[in-house]
């Protein structure tokens, strides 16, 4: 069963970068797919950022202006996420997830709160 | 406003069938891409109810079945339990926007 856990600062401050890494157990990132993020305000609907391919290719919601950077660390089975120049509206739960060949986020990980504020 | 347009809620009474659309266009779900639905209880992460436009996974109960036609996707439970209200997303992909896309969400009420 595959597992997914994000981990990284619950608060960050206006114009700096937001850091988050997930950790995936139960598969190997080396052995394909895709894995992503989507975050969702409070009280609000979700957003896709972006997703990486085990072999390092990676997308992201054009609406984010390219302040998306995401990597992947297969000898440690993780991925991670950078959101620069962040402002209050990036203000949400952050979800780390897997996409199937289809498009569908079939695993997704609990989700980090992350607060933008000074 | 989201690409993939959701009515923000819809209710039943127990034991009833309700159904939640999902509209887009010929840049969507119209061009062929698959829909996915996506339940989320209270304080959880969301959780696959349907796959690849009318799958369901294992675990999932068969009171839940989607459907799709044209540019427009459609979620049904049937059958409605307490344990159904929930928030319910439904997801494709957008060509002119490069982009994964979800509708904005509809809240079930079990009355």
């Given amino acids: 069963q595959v597992q997914l856990q994000e981990s990284g600062p619950g608060l960050v401050k206006p114009s700096e970068t937001l850091s988050l890494t997930c950790a995936v157990s139960g598969y190997s990132i080396s052995s394909g797919y895709s894995w992503g993020w989507i975050r969702q305000p409070p009280g609000k609907g979700l957003e896709w950022i972006g997703n990486i391919y085990h072999d390092g290719r990676s997308s992201h919601n054009p609406s984010l202006n390219s302040r998306v950077t995401i990597s992947v660390d297969t000898s440690k089975n993780q991925f991670s996420l950078k959101l620069s120049s962040v402002t209050a509206s990036d203000t949400a739960v952050y979800h780390c997830v897997k996409l199937e060949t289809s498009g569908c986020f079939a695993y997704w990980g609990q989700g980090s709160l992350v607060t933008v504020s000074s | ?111």
């Fill in chain 2, 1 to 111: 406003q989201s690409v993939l347009t959701q009515p923000p809620s819809v209710s039943g009474a127990p034991g009833q069938r309700v159904t939640i659309s999902c509209t887009g266009s010929s840049s969507n779900i119209g061009a062929g891409y698959d829909v996915h639905w996506y339940q989320q209880l209270p304080g959880t992460a969301p959780k696959v109810v349907t796959h690849d436009n009318t799958d369901r996974p294992s675990g999932v109960p068969d009171r839940f079945s989607a459907s799709k036609s044209g540019t427009s996707a459609s979620l049904a439970i049937t059958g409605l339990q307490a344990e159904d209200e929930a928030d319910y997303y439904c997801q494709s992909f957008d060509t002119s926007l490069r982009a994964w896309v979800f509708g904005g969400g509809t809240k079930l009420t079990v009355l």
